[in-house]
């Protein structure tokens, strides 16, 4: 990614790890952020939940190129077990690339994953 189109926050008191996007977005530079997450103890050995913002976003890949996030979160499954995900989507296109992930991410990884588009929304059901 030639610049930073993402930041990570980390929320100590809340136990969530936040994650906002901005602009167009190849499949590379969500990669890119979630090697950023990985090198956090937080998420990998702390339990922290996760809130993915792309309400700023727009994804530039085919429904096809998902099959790549899938493939990586099957190789992160043992830090993925157990945890939540909000992710905030607010146009048609990103939505319908999150809502895919929810069924799968919990039936085969245990990771819960939901899509919502509302920060407020989606923070109340990753503190429940």
């Known amino acids: 990614m030639e610049d930073n189109r993402y930041e990570i926050f980390i929320d100590e008191k809340q ?11 190849k499949i ?6 979630w090697q950023q997450l990985l090198k956090t103890e937080e998420f990998t050995k702390m339990g922290y939940n996760l809130l993915s913002d792309y309400s700023e976003a727009d994804f530039n890949f085919s429904v096809g190129n998902t099959m790549i996030v899938w493939d990586f979160f099957k190789s992160i499954q043992h830090i993925l077990r157990n945890k939540k995900e909000a992710v905030i989507a607010t146009n048609p296109f990103t939505t319908a690339i999150s809502i895919l992930f ?7 990884l245990n990771f819960e994953v939901k899509t919502f588009t509302t920060r407020d929304v989606a923070l109340d059901w990753l503190r429940k």
Do not use: S
């Not at 136990?15 to 977005?25: D, P, S, T």
């Not at 590379?28 to 952020?33: Q, R």
């Not at 929810?102 to 085969?108: P, S, V």
């Open 15 to 25: 136990k969530i790890i936040q994650y906002k996007h901005w602009g167009i977005l």
């Open 28 to 33: 590379e530079d969500i990669g890119e952020a």
């Open 102 to 108: 929810e069924n799968e991410a919990y039936k085969n």
